[in-house]
Every structure is written in structure tokens, then in C-alpha cells.
Nanobody
Framework: QVQLVESGGGSVQAGGSLRLSCAVS????????MGWFRQAPGKEREGVAV???????NYADSVKGRFTISRDNAKNTLYLQMNSLKPEDTAVYLC?????????????????WGQGTQVTVSS
């Protein structure tokens, strides 16, 4: 069973930066993908950024050029560097993982989820 624990959320003003981390309990060998998703109050969960085991990435249009996803395999940790934050980025950010080689951001395709970390951006 893969367990994911997010950290690094908080409150920042618009234009600020945050770095989220996701600690993975088990090394996921083979082909797999990991990603960041977010869910704002009253809205559906949406994909933010995904990285597969070959390092291919995919970003939501709304965060391209501002967010960067990365991973440290030696530390079993996934990161999301968020710059130039906007109030509309306010949400609970969740880390997720799936088996298979894909940069899909379909929520239903991810098998493992963390509990989430709150990010609040004020104007």
C-alpha cells in the first residue's frame, strides 16, 4: 500500500511562492506517475501537474509557466514549486500516484491519494 503525506501549504499574498512536498512511503518501481491535484470549495478536483517515471511532465494551462513539478527518487519525495501565486490558486492541494506510464490528469485514474494541504492566496 502506497501512502502519501503532503506538507508545505500555508497562506501567502498574491505574487508569492510556496513549495509543496509529498513524502511517499514506498518506492514505486516500474512505470508509474505522480501528480498534484487541487480542490477549491464547491469545485471539482482538478489536475495541476503530473510527472511520470521517465520524467515527462504535464501541466494544467492555468499554472503553466508558474508551477514546476519535480521528484527526488532518492528521497521518495514529490515537489511542487509554486511561483507568482494568484487568489484563484487557493485550494486544498493533494498528491496522488498511479501505476502505468501516463501523464494523464484524470482524477479517476489515480489509485493513491494523500490527505491534502491547504494553500490560501490573498489579494
Amino acid at each position: 500500500q502506497v501512502q502519501l503525506v503532503e506538507s508545505g501549504g500555508g497562506s501567502v499574498q498574491a505574487g508569492g511562492s510556496l513549495r509543496l512536498s509529498c513524502a511517499v512511503s514506498t518506492y514505486m518501481g516500474g512505470r508509474h506517475s505522480m501528480g498534484w491535484f487541487r480542490q477549491a470549495p464547491g469545485k471539482e478536483r482538478e489536475g495541476v501537474a503530473v510527472i511520470d517515471s521517465d520524467g515527462r511532465t504535464n501541466y494544467a494551462d492555468s499554472v503553466k509557466g508558474r508551477f514546476t513539478i519535480s521528484r527526488d527518487n532518492a528521497k521518495n519525495t514529490l515537489y511542487l514549486q509554486m511561483n507568482s501565486l494568484k487568489p484563484e490558486d487557493t485550494a486544498v492541494y493533494l498528491c496522488a500516484a498511479r501505476w502505468g506510464w501516463s501523464t494523464s490528469m484524470r482524477v479517476s485514474e489515480y489509485n493513491y491519494w494523500g490527505q491534502g494541504t491547504q494553500v490560501t492566496v490573498s489579494s
